[in-house]
């Protein structure tokens, strides 16, 4: 089980809007940053948003990271098939030593 | 631009000692940290380690009795070694590079450049 609770799967048509959200404690995302992940099948995942709402250079506006208290989230605008993928939040946890915790993921799929 | 890649046995027997390790080009390995990640099959991601140049480590606590991470900067490699494993070992390995600082009261740690990804097989 996952220190940081995601669904396990999100869906939506072409076009339109949709939220993946990323659940932990104050000793992780109530404390540090939260970052994203997008990653494919049989490739390398990639970093999509760092410190909670910043984009890489390359990556969409389309693509948008929030975060509140000890809940964050990810919104994708403007869904397109490429889009599809698996997305995973990640964090700093300060306990036992302090550790980097991710999600369990969430399963995109353009419908 | 900085590019990882694993390498190592693609095969290991239970209770034997995993060993990968990844060479770093682009990008001097002493001026970030470095991380391990792993990902069973059918699962998802699991954080195993990190290390910066200096030797300062930290381990995911559910593996801490069984990794070592270490760097060997004349090379611009670091590596993993996962010892007593079992089947449940069995994953895609990569390793990455992390971006990793404290301010303003927290932790910021991201991994913004991954290798390709190693399967190991635990079987006999």
């Known amino acids: 089980q996952s220190v940081l609770t995601q669904p396990p799967s999100a869906s939506g048509t072409p076009g339109q809007r949709v939220t993946i959200s990323c659940s932990g404690s104050?000793?992780?995302?109530?404390?540090?940053?939260v970052n994203w992940y997008q990653h494919l099948p049989g490739t390398a995942p990639k970093l999509l948003i760092y410190s909670n709402d910043q984009r890489p250079s390359g990556v969409p506006d389309r693509f948008f990271g929030s975060k509140s208290g000890t809940s964050a989230s990810l919104a994708v605008s403007g869904l397109q098939s490429e889009d599809e993928a698996d997305y995973y939040c990640?964090?700093?946890?300060?306990?036992?030593?302090?550790?980097?915790?991710f999600g369990g993921g969430t399963k995109l799929t353009v419908l | 631009q900085v590019q990882l890649q694993e390498s190592g046995p693609g095969l290991v027997r239970p209770s034997e000692t995993l060993s990968l390790t990844c060479t770093v080009s682009?990008?001097?390995?002493?001026?970030?940290?470095w991380s391990w990640i792993r990902q069973p099959p059918g699962k998802g991601l699991e954080w195993i380690g990190c290390?910066?140049?200096?030797?300062?480590?930290n381990y995911n606590p559910s593996l801490k009795s069984r990794v070592t991470i270490s760097v060997d900067t004349s090379k611009n490699q670091f590596s993993l070694k996962l010892s007593s494993v079992t089947a449940a070992d069995t994953a895609v390995y990569y390793c990455?590079?992390?971006?990793?600082?404290?301010?303003?009261?927290?932790?910021?740690?991201?991994?913004?450049?991954w290798g390709q990804g190693a399967l190991v097989t635990v079987s006999s």
């Open positions: 290390i910066s140049y200096t030797w300062t480590t």
């Open positions: 990640a964090a700093w946890d300060d306990s036992l030593n302090g550790h980097v915790v």
């Open positions: 104050s000793s992780n995302i109530g404390s540090n940053t």
């Open positions: 990455a590079r992390v971006s990793y600082s404290y301010g303003s009261g927290s932790y910021h740690a991201d991994f913004d450049n």
């Open positions: 682009g990008d001097s390995i002493s001026n970030y940290y």
